[in-house]
């Protein structure tokens, strides 16, 4: 029989459809449900390619015995991080505070009031490790609730209390600058591993939003460009990134970069795949080109999705030869495997080139494909050859599962980097496929509302709001789509979005908010200026913000930008790894940015140059006629020069003189 879930869009509250718990979805319902009981509320959080929040759903909601315990003495509710980050981010925090530690599946037990009085991650079946089974929580929490309800109330009281005063000091007043950079600048130094690159030590996450400022502080000073390229080639190499398929996995269980946990989100594949872009632009490296077009042609190979958005994730799980549901299953091999579909002298060739040994590095004698470099000088026929065996071999196995949800703000990551890296490289298909994406968001996910939806399945939008990360990265992906196609709709679309964050995000002394101040009421308003796996929606949306300012001269759009990046300032030198983004528009705000208007072709020389120059932050406008300016507004009054298509640099309200020939112009971009 099925529970409530059975009619949500979400695939991870899908696989628990069919449990014997009768789960509700978070709603008002459930916890009226809960109050006319009079019992607590179990809610659960996780994820659809979340490998534990698998495990305990087996192990313990699709226990007949476990779940007819809980529905007697709970009303439990379900929830899809990725669909309510709000709710999320409200209850891990609560969960941070009171065991160090948070993670999912996240448990959290709730008084019908909302409030969290009891916390966990995973449980296990039986007690071990020092850890109570899940039947033993269940059963302590509801002696707890039955018999000691006053200390119940008074820890839930406390704990709502104690988030309610973690009000943000948001740095006071003034924008990051020099001192805040260098200082900045100096921690990732300290952090950062010259071993084997990267910040830290392990679990090991690629740290794109890093890369990206370091990047841009390059362009601007011309240093610290080896923590970048060094970091980038490392992951390249190692088994974080897949050999055979391209694409990135979600980060690496060791320092070295070796094994990796195996789901592919694709907010990691859009940060990276722009990353590597613009790594490019910076040196020229042919590693960093093929990386960026293999990471694109991964996301549109395996996550786009019929209404060309671009699914969540897939699984690290999949089946293995025994029919065993397995972690890594699809991406490893064993030395055997490699003679099965190669032979023996082309199997020895692989197992020296990716790094496959008898011993494995892996599981079960398995090894993870990575480039330890040690092979030598190699064929590239040779190579290409067997990479293309093994690929297909590799297609014959069952596949991972895919979160099919379509996400906005990661589709809007999607977007900037497939619209950016078709224009380097010349792959019109790529931009093709950033412009039905954002089709489909405009189409789908704005609808008739005109306020975000926070995802879609098969084309049909889901029940949430979006949320400021959705509204920052979507902004964010339309201004490079506009950059890249000359299509002034892009810009509007991006003003429409980040003057609903002007009205509804916007808080005193310009902090941000992370839900709209219309939205649902939790027991404390989430606000995140800290960058997770994805630049943090107060950050994405003040590099949006401080873009369009420098597109349309809107002085309310870069006061707003300038506002939110006090932030940056108080916490750019304390924990430069978790404010990378924030930083890099520091480092477009310290540039200026510059605006840069192409009078001329769209595609052409002159647009070309524009979009590969390296100065942090650099917007584009480019097109022709007398049509144009009414498109951008930074081709009012650009006239050709000589009859030429003409380029046009302005920062900080002074202009250069404008040029028709591209390498002046990319002399100007710091090309």
Request: with cysteine.
């Amino acid at each position: 029989m099925a529970n409530r879930l059975a009619q949500t869009t979400s695939p991870y509250l899908l696989q628990h459809a069919d449990n014997p718990v009768d789960w509700w979805p978070w709603s008002p319902e459930a916890f009226e449900e809960a109050r006319k009981r009079d019992v607590p509320v179990l809610l659960s959080v996780g994820y659809a390619s979340c490998h534990w929040c698998h495990v305990m759903a087996h192990e313990s909601f699709e226990d007949e015995t476990v779940a007819a315990y809980l529905n007697a003495h709970f009303v439990p509710v379900k929830v899809d991080r990725e669909e309510r980050p709000d709710v999320d981010a409200v209850y891990m925090e609560a969960v941070q505070a009171a065991t160090g530690h948070g993670g999912w599946p996240m448990t959290v037990f709730l008084t019908p009031d909302a409030e969290p009085f009891y916390f966990g991650t995973y449980f296990p079946p039986e007690a071990r490790h020092g850890s109570p089974s899940f039947q033993q929580v269940l059963e302590g929490v509801t002696a707890a609730w039955t018999d000691r309800r006053d200390e119940v109330a008074e820890v839930a009281g406390r704990i709502v209390a104690d988030l309610a005063g973690r009000s943000l000091v948001h740095g006071g007043d003034g924008v990051p600058g020099e001192s805040e950079i260098a200082q900045a600048l100096l921690g990732l130094t300290r952090e950062y591993d010259e071993q084997h690159g990267g910040f830290g030590g392990a679990p090991k996450f690629p740290p794109a939003m890093v890369v990206e400022f370091l990047l841009r502080h390059y362009a601007r000073t011309e240093g610290a460009l080896q923590m970048a390229a060094d970091t980038c080639s490392a992951m390249a190499r190692g088994g974080i990134y897949d050999q055979l398929g391209g694409g990135f996995a979600r980060y690496s269980v060791d320092r070295e970069w070796v094994v990796p946990h195996f789901e592919k989100m694709l907010y990691d594949n859009a940060l990276l795949c722009r990353v590597y872009a613009h790594l490019w632009r910076t040196t020229g490296s042919d590693e960093a080109r093929r990386i960026a077009l293999e990471t694109a042609d991964f996301m549109v190979r395996e996550l786009r999705t019929a209404e060309g958005g671009f699914a969540s994730a897939l699984d690290a799980d999949s089946e293995d030869a025994d029919g065993r549901h397995v972690e890594g299953a699809f991406y490893v091999w064993t030395p055997e495997q490699l003679r099965e579909v190669l032979g023996e002298d082309d199997a020895a060739f692989a197992a020296a080139y990716f790094g496959v040994t008898e011993d494995g590095t892996f599981e079960e004698g398995a090894s993870v494909l990575r480039l330890p470099g040690d092979a030598g000088p190699v064929d590239a026929a040779r190579l290409a050859d067997v990479r293309a065996r093994l690929l297909a071999a590799r297609e014959e196995r069952p596949r991972p599962g895919r979160d099919d949800k379509v996400v906005a703000a990661w589709n809007g990551l999607a977007v900037a980097a497939l619209a950016e890296t078709g224009a380097y490289f010349d792959r019109p298909d790529l931009v093709e496929r950033a412009t039905e994406a954002a089709d489909l968001l405009v189409r789908v996910h704005l609808g008739e509302v005109a306020r975000l939806t926070r995802t879609s399945k098969d084309g049909r939008a889901g029940d949430n709001a979006g949320v400021l990360e959705d509204y920052g990265d979507v902004a964010e992906g339309f201004l490079a789509l506009a950059a890249v196609t000359g299509e002034g709709a892009w810009l509007e679309f991006a003003g429409f979005l980040l003057d609903i964050v002007l009205e509804q995000f916007t808080g005193e002394g310009g902090q941000l908010y992370d839900t709209a101040h219309d939205a649902e009421q939790l027991i404390r308003r989430p606000q995140d200026p800290t960058d997770s796996a994805t630049p943090s929606g107060w950050t994405a949306a003040a590099g949006a913000l401080l873009s369009y300012a420098a597109y349309t001269g809107s002085e309310a759009h870069r006061t707003a930008a300038e506002g939110a990046l006090g932030v940056v300032k108080a916490l750019g030198p304390r924990v430069p790894r978790f404010v990378g983004w924030g930083l890099a528009v520091a480092e477009a705000l310290l540039d200026g940015p510059r605006e840069v208007a192409v009078a001329g072709p769209v595609g052409g020389e002159l647009h070309r140059t524009a979009l590969l120059g390296r100065a942090p932050g650099a917007v584009v406008a480019a097109g022709e006629g007398p049509g144009a300016g009414a498109e951008f507004p930074l081709l009012v009054d650009r006239p050709l020069v000589g009859g030429e298509p003409t380029a046009y640099v302005c920062r900080h309200f002074v202009c250069d003189a404008p040029t028709t020939d591209a390498g002046e112009l990319a002399g100007k971009l710091g090309g």
